[in-house]
Structure formats: structure tokens, C-alpha cells
T-cell receptor, first 116, second 114 residues
Framework: AQSVTQPDIHITVSEGASLELRCNYS??????LFWYVQSPGQGLQLLLK??????LVQGIKGFEAEFKRSQSSFNLRKPSVHWSDAAEYFC??????????????FGRGTQLTVWP | DGGITQSPKYLFRKEGQNVTLSCEQN?????MYWYRQDPGQGLRLIYY???????QKGDIAEGYSVSREKKESFPLTVTSAQKNPTAFYLC?????????????FGDGTRLSIL
């Protein structure tokens, strides 16, 4: 089965600094990949998704992610972090492309703290 | 505005009691999902439904039940058989069952034991 690993449980950055959140997946073919963000006590909001084509995808709130097949990675980046970016971030991979079931497999999340 | 509404936001359960969490969507989505979220665990799939009157167990279905009588509604019942129900529960939907479809989430229900 597919799986997702987010190696960093908690990351702290200063406001204005660059950010990279790591995500590695386990899947035999080209996966569907997603990044979501969750503010405290809220649901998840989709930041961006990768299906095919250009390996660098742009999302909302100034985020981008790069798909690297050779490294089985889909890392999330932002050039300059704002205090409002403090939240928990989840990477997710879609199921088998041949399946009609639209389930996602989520990583355990990375908590981002932003210092003023 | 279209979206997913979960209610209540907070819920307390007594020992031996069943409780039902509501999930309603007005996005005209076919597929709906229930996840359980525990600190440091990510999201774990409880049940999902691809179409009205049909649903399947996810990874942690024991102690839970669902129904899908209407396209808009997918309530989750936490039964007394669920011995550790304290968690944050998230409902989601997607336009279809294709696994390239992003899921849209409600704001969750936090369930605690009295």
C-alpha cells in the first residue's frame, strides 16, 4: 500500500526566512500528490497538488512544491515565511491510479512554528 | 457558499453511550469520507462512501458506523464498542471517486469522554 513519511515532526523558522517541509512517499508508479494545511481546531485546506507534467507546482499562499521521482519526494517550499503560516502541514498521496477509489494516504504532519 | 458543515463542534460522550456526528455538504460531491485525527498520528480513514446507499470500511472502522441515505449527508456514529473515542473527527468530500480528486474538509468535531 501507499505510504507517506514526513520526517520532521516540528520545525521552527523566523519570520521572513525560507521554508522547506519534507515529504517522501512509497508508491510504485507516478503518484497523485497533495499538500494540505491545518490551522488549530480547523479542517484541512488544500495548498497544491501534483498529477503530471511540470514537476514544480505552484499553490496558494505563495507555496510551491517539487516532485522528484528519483528521490520519491514532494517537498513543500516557501521563499519567505509569514507569521500566519504557523500551522500543521500534511502531505498526502492518492491511491493506485487504476483504482476508482478516491482515498488518500496522509503523513503524520509537520508542525510549523514561526518566530517573530 | 458551498462547503462542508460538521456539527457539533464539541461533543461529550458518557461511558456506554452512542453518539452521532453530523456531516452535511452542499458541493454536490459523490464521495464522502470520515477521518480520525490523533496528535502525531496524521489522519486515519474510518469509513468512506462513493455513492448514496453505499459505504465501505476504512482502516479503523471498528466501533464506528455510518449511513448514506442522502447525497448531502454522511453521519458517523461512535458506538460504545469504541473504547478510545477521544479524538478530532474530520469529514471530507470529493467530486468523484477518482483518486486524483482533492478532498474538501469540514472544520471537525472534537469528541471527549466524560
Amino acid at each position: 500500500a501507499q505510504s507517506v513519511t514526513q520526517p520532521d515532526i516540528h520545525i521552527t523558522v523566523s519570520e521572513g526566512a525560507s521554508l522547506e517541509l519534507r515529504c517522501n512517499y512509497s508508491y510504485g508508479a507516478t503518484p497523485y500528490l497533495f499538500w494540505y494545511v491545518q490551522s488549530p481546531g480547523q479542517g484541512l485546506q488544500l495548498l497544491l497538488k501534483y498529477f503530471s507534467g511540470d514537476t514544480l507546482v505552484q499553490g496558494i499562499k505563495g507555496f510551491e512544491a517539487e516532485f522528484k521521482r528519483s528521490q520519491s519526494s514532494f517537498n513543500l517550499r516557501k521563499p519567505s515565511v509569514h507569521w500566519s503560516d504557523a500551522a500543521e502541514y500534511f502531505c498526502a498521496v492518492g491511491g493506485d491510479r487504476g483504482s476508482t477509489l478516491g482515498r488518500l494516504y496522509f503523513g503524520r504532519g509537520t508542525q510549523l512554528t514561526v518566530w517573530p | 457558499d458551498g462547503g462542508i458543515t460538521q456539527s457539533p463542534k464539541y461533543l461529550f460522550r458518557k461511558e456506554g453511550q452512542n453518539v452521532t456526528l453530523s456531516c452535511e455538504q452542499n458541493l454536490n460531491h459523490d464521495a464522502m469520507y470520515w477521518y480520525r485525527q490523533d496528535p502525531g498520528q496524521g489522519l486515519r480513514l474510518i469509513y468512506y462512501s462513493q455513492i448514496v446507499n453505499d459505504f465501505q470500511k476504512g482502516d479503523i472502522a471498528e466501533g464506528y458506523s455510518v449511513s448514506r441515505e442522502k447525497k448531502e449527508s454522511f453521519p458517523l456514529t461512535v458506538t460504545s464498542a469504541q473504547k478510545n473515542p477521544t479524538a478530532f473527527y474530520l469529514c471530507a468530500s470529493s467530486i468523484s471517486t477518482g483518486n486524483n480528486q482533492p478532498q474538501h474538509f469540514g472544520d471537525g468535531t472534537r469528541l471527549s469522554i466524560l
